[in-house]
């Protein structure tokens, strides 16, 4: 095909189509819509460039360049040298050991080693396969004791307590545990008598005095200087129309009827109180609590009786199954006062959606407070002279035993010891 091309001076070159055929000019070679080979300078064409995260280009005069963009983060490692791109060997690492492992570094490796201590007596083996300890060899020696006998048989230790044969020991050894029966063992009082089989003293009595007398009294006649021997009197002591001798607030010696000497506290100051307890509580099977805790006082006196007064504060409630018997509940203080609660018949039906569903029951409540006969100990029972009566608090029933629960709530008791 004819490129078209009319005269020489146009810039139609009149010559076969060749695709590969390239001139190093300022011109551009083209091929028309014609087929004919057509120049254009190079400048008549306009180049645009994209620069990207990486790479950063520039097109000036129709030089197009490019370089590498490196992250200005600290600690980037990367570098750009005459020769090309550049990142350094990494640096060195420090180790540091423990008190149980040691390590080393050697070029690029790092191995590491148990510190095994080297203590007598250590057990710990490095073997080539891994640690290792022996097997126990530890030997263990028993010795007994006036109370207990040891007894090692194989790594198994075994101990019994050693009960002793004297006669009169109540200690037993039953499956559960030691054992001592109520009422088999005995103590002493507060002044180191002994006390009658059963009885407990949990706490002695504060301030309790015997009576004062002193054998010298100073005359009442003047100058008051006297001093007058008084032998001791046989009993009985004085009654009620006998005259005794006193002295008032100033000192001086009168006398006066045993009647108008009304009574002595011997406890005055400090009674005998057993403290507040918020709750005590009794269920079958159990028909007692025990003595819970208890008190004692010994008459000084030498030939009459002393008697306690005071107050007691409680709420006794008391439960009682369907039953042909009766329950009794007494929640007594011995000796002193007792709450008592007798339950003789029952009602019907029983509490719903309780223990007591399908069961007559009834229930009882004895309360000791304010004023109530309950509460005031009024002149107990005497102690006779030279005597010590103990005080047990405790709860005990009788009759019927399927009552349902007993309870005493907030029961506390304070009282004196006077001599008529």
Known sequence: MSCGCQTTSSNCVREPFNANFVRPLTYIR???ANGCVSYAPATSFNLSVQDTS?????LTSGVLSAQVVVSPNAGNALQVLPNGLFVPAPSSIAVQDTTSIDLTLTGGVLSASVIISPNAGNQLQLLPNGLYVAPSTFSLTVTDTNTVDLN????NLTANVIVSPNAGNALQVLPNGLYVSPGAYSLSDCAGNPLPVGTQVLTCPTGVLSLNINDQLIASNPPGTDLRVLLPKNCPEPANNDYI????NAGNVRYTRMREAVFHNLT???PIVFPNLPLVTLQPPNTSTGIIDSASFTNPRICFGVFVKGVVNALLQHSFNENNNASFVNAQISNLRSLLSSILNYNTPGITNTPLTSHSWRNQSISASVFSAERIVDLGIGILPGATTTFNREVVTSGATNFYYVTVENWSVSFSVIAL
Do not use: C, E, P, Y
């Not at 090692?152 to 790594?155: E, I, R, T």
């Not at 001798?245 to 008032?248: E, F, T, V």
């Open 30 to 32: 083209g091929v028309d």
């Open 268 to 270: 005055a100051g400090s």
């Open 152 to 155: 090692l048989a194989g790594n």
């Open 54 to 58: 990486t790479i950063d280009l520039t």
């Open 245 to 248: 001798i006193i002295a008032d």
